[in-house]
Each structure stands twice: as structure tokens, then as C-alpha cells.
């Protein structure tokens, strides 16, 4: 297992832009480098939802409602994942959590508003 830790959340108006990171402490590279990660969002009242993942490989996927403006990647060297957010619409509030496997982090808020 590995440890995540979120940052990079905030306030934003609509049509800015975010950098969410994911950093996996505890963890030594070969471990960081085999997992799938995944950002989901938990927005009130509504079910947690993918909204991002990406492969050892690199191979990456996206929730249709944000195709087109949200970028996952990772630094192995930094062990750490990103989500690039543009764009930003009132809908993509919500607590964003980073996903390996069994591990979550604590989430980092997010908030689109005028």
C-alpha cells in the first residue's frame, strides 16, 4: 500500500484553472510506479465519481463531463500524481481524493464559484 496526501484545492471562479497533486509517501518507487491511480470527486448529495485515471503504463481515462479540460500525470520521480483542472464550471465543485488500490488520501476541496 502507499500513503497519499492531496493538495492544490481552492477557491476558483468558472474558467480558471487548478493544479490538484498527489504525493505517495511512504513508499519506495518501484511500489509508486505498479499501481493505477485514479482522482474521484464527491460532490454533496451525489455519489463518488472517477473523474480520472491513469495507468503504469501511462494509458489514461476520463469522465465525459470533463474530457477535454481535466490532465492526469505523474512524476515518478517525485512520486506524485497531478490533475490538471481547466476551465472550471460550478459542477466540478466537490472533495477531490486520490485512489491506488485500497489507498486514499484525505481529499482536497474544491470550490467553482463567482
Known amino acids: 500500500q502507499v500513503q497519499l496526501v492531496e493538495s492544490g484545492g481552492g477557491l476558483v471562479q468558472p474558467g480558471g484553472s487548478l493544479r490538484l497533486s498527489c504525493k505517495a509517501s511512504?513508499?519506495?518507487?518501484?511500489?509508486?510506479?505498479?499501481?493505477?491511480y485514479g482522482w474521484y470527486r464527491q460532490a454533496p448529495g451525489k455519489e463518488r465519481e472517477l473523474v480520472a485515471s491513469i495507468t503504469p503504463e501511462r494509458a489514461t481515462t476520463y469522465a465525459d463531463s470533463v474530457k477535454g479540460r481535466f490532465t492526469i500525470s505523474k512524476d515518478n520521480s517525485r512520486k506524485t500524481v497531478y490533475l490538471q483542472m481547466n476551465d472550471l464550471k460550478p459542477e466540478d465543485t466537490g472533495v477531490y481524493l486520490c485512489?491506488?488500490?485500497?489507498?486514499w488520501g484525505q481529499g482536497t476541496q474544491v470550490t467553482v464559484s463567482s
Open positions: 485512489n491506488a488500490d485500497t489507498s
Open positions: 511512504r513508499s519506495i518507487l518501484s511500489v509508486f510506479t505498479s499501481y493505477t
